[in-house]
């Protein structure tokens, strides 16, 4: 597992790496938070695509602690591709919505029912 502030390094290089048009219309950025948030169902949320009411802004939440406690068992190489998933999971959210398009919001709601049905 990495700290908080290896986290946000490891943020910081993955952002980096990727081209700067898929953050057009992300007017407020990419934030690590220390959170360990989960939802309604009781299931942890390791990433958020916020659309704020009446276009005040656009932006993604990793949390750091519900990532730790889903993959904090994991070796730093390891944890460290989780934190580029959900990245990349949130921004194609981000992208998706600018589209118009829903296809990745429907697919985690499948994905959510069937985790569900495993517990």
């Known amino acids: 597992m990495l700290t908080f502030e290896e986290t946000q390094t ?6 980096d790496e990727l081209p700067p048009e898929i953050f057009n219309g ?3 950025g990419v934030a690590l938070i220390p959170d360990t948030t989960y939802d309604h169902n009781g299931l942890l ?3 958020q695509y916020h659309v704020e009411p ?3 802004g656009r932006y993604v939440t990793i949390h750091y602690g519900s990532i730790s406690a889903a993959h904090g068992h ?3 190489e390891e944890f460290r591709e989780k934190i580029k998933y959900v990245l990349h999971h949130e921004l194609t959210h981000h992208l998706e ?9 429907k697919q985690d709601a499948i994905d959510i029912r ?3 049905r495993l517990f």
């Not at 490891?10 to 952002?15: K, N, P, Q, R, S």
């Not at 919505?97 to 919001?105: I, P, R, T, V, Y």
């Open 10 to 15: 490891a943020l910081d290089e993955f952002i």
């Open 26 to 28: 992300l007017n407020c």
């Open 45 to 47: 949320i390791l990433g």
């Open 54 to 56: 009446q276009g005040l």
């Open 74 to 76: 994991l070796p730093p």
């Open 97 to 105: 919505s600018l589209a118009g398009d829903k296809s990745l919001e």
């Open 114 to 116: 069937k985790m569900l």
